[in-house]
């Protein structure tokens, strides 16, 4: 009995040795690949903002440019009347009219301190050195009704023109050019149509009316017409008097 008890354990370890190198000899489960997340780019920098390039106005009477073609002017009758009988004050408190410059060819322009169209002063000033001479002359009309551009005092309006733009040609008390209570000045010009048929309301700060030296036409030009414009020298130069 102890011999076939032995010789059946010597068979029992025979077969777990064999199990095992056949478990060995058993091929291996392949192992999923690893997915690798895609490399990320790098992140670029971001590009710095471009600053609009800002506008440039002529300074010196001297590099204003020739006359181009003006546009038709508008013949007024007695409708514009008005305009050289009104009170006015100068930024002084000085009573005025525009019947002190009547004979001369006038530009009459709404101006602010705070717009983005103000450094046309430069060039409004470089006009009225060279052509106040033939008889001509810029008269600014501040006015706070765009976005509250010029909110300064009239002492405040004066030091700003002076210090900043040498301004000698002369400027009213800040008033209002549209709405119930437009100044009569504003008032008679509004009317008037520029080249693209616009009449009306003033659109923004240094909007443009040249009148005649005889008073009979005026030619508007827009807000963003610069002072330098070809066509506002040409009608100018056309209304100079004779």
Not at 20 to 38: C, I, L, S
Not at 79 to 99: D, Q, S
Request: proline residues 11%; glycine residues 6%; charged residues 20%.
């Amino acid at each position: 009995m102890k011999k076939l008890a032995l010789a059946a354990a010597v068979l029992g370890v025979v077969a777990c040795s064999k199990t095992d190198q056949d478990a060995t000899k058993a091929p291996k489960e392949p192992t999923p690949p690893v997915a690798v997340a895609p490399a990320t780019p790098p992140t670029a920098p971001a590009a710095a903002p471009v600053e609009a390039a800002k506008p440039t106005y002529v300074t010196d009477p001297a590099s204003l440019p020739a006359a181009g073609t003006a546009p038709a002017p508008v013949a007024v009758g007695k409708a514009l009347e008005p305009i050289w009988t009104t009170p006015l004050k100068t930024l002084k408190g000085e009573p005025t009219t525009l019947a002190a410059y009547k004979g001369k060819a006038v530009m009459v322009v709404n101006v602010a301190s705070k717009c983005g169209n103000t450094p046309q002063y430069s060039t409004l000033e470089a006009l009225q050195k060279k052509y106040a001479a033939k008889g001509f002359t810029v008269v600014g009309f501040p006015s706070n009704q765009f976005h509250g551009q010029e909110p300064g005092t009239a002492e405040e309006i004066a030091t700003f023109c002076a210090t900043n733009y040498g301004i000698t040609f002369p400027i009213m008390e800040k008033t209002d050019v549209n709405g119930d209570n437009r100044n009569p000045v504003y008032k008679a010009l509004a009317p008037i149509a520029d080249a693209t048929g616009h009449t009306g309301d003033i659109r923004w700060n240094f909007e443009k009316f040249v009148i005649s030296a005889d008073g009979t036409k005026v030619t508007r030009f827009a807000p963003k017409t610069k002072p330098e414009d070809p066509t506002v020298i040409a009608a100018v130069e056309a209304a100079l008097p004779r």
